[in-house]
């Protein structure tokens, strides 16, 4: 429900303000929240069966073919970001740490859905529909290749060490 009716100008400019303030800011938050909060054998962060080790994403959404084009956020934050795309570390501690940031990453685009709501304030009703589908072409796909790559990861670690609980608690629950 609009309450606000500022300009043409203004409103637009508030599109940009939220878009470009609110993902940042639920990435810095996401940061700061300790790694514990990001154990992959959590509930929200493990695997399901119906995702079929992340199989399901592939036969859906064919994730395979367009995950590359994804931009990889790890790499903007110097001192606590982590680059996921390319994994070339196998050490039980650098896998571990891709299943913590995937699962980080995932809820900074979960997050990044909820501001579209806030359009509503300044902006024709019909607009929050249309953010909404912004919100999710943007941020779905990111979600999508973090559950497609973290069980996948896990499998490989539990297979490179099967003695890390953190493997074989991840995925296949």
């Known amino acids: 429900m609009q309450i606000f009716f500022p300009s043409r100008t203004v409103t637009i400019l508030l599109f940009f303000v939220v878009w470009g303030a609110a993902p940042l800011l639920f990435a810095l938050i996401c940061l700061r929240l300790p790694d514990s909060l990001f154990d992959p054998s959590r ?37 606590r970001g982590y680059k996921k795309r390319n994994l070339s570390d196998y050490s039980e501690e650098n896998l571990r740490r891709y299943l913590i940031e995937t699962a980080r990453g995932e809820l900074t685009h979960w997050l990044g859905i909820v501001p579209f709501w806030v359009f509503g304030l300044f902006a024709p009703p019909f607009v929050v529909w249309i953010m909404l589908a912004y919100a999710l072409a943007v941020n779905l796909p990111c979600i999508i290749a973090q559950r497609y790559n973290r069980p996948r990861v896990a499998i490989l670690m539990s297979r490179l060490y099967p003695d890390s609980e953190c493997a074989k608690q991840s995925h296949n629950k």
């Open 43 to 79: 509930f929200l962060w493990r695997a399901r069966k119906w995702e079929r080790e992340g199989r399901f994403y592939e036969t859906v959404f064919h994730v395979r073919s367009w995950k590359h084009l994804l931009p990889d956020g790890g790499g903007v934050w110097k001192n």
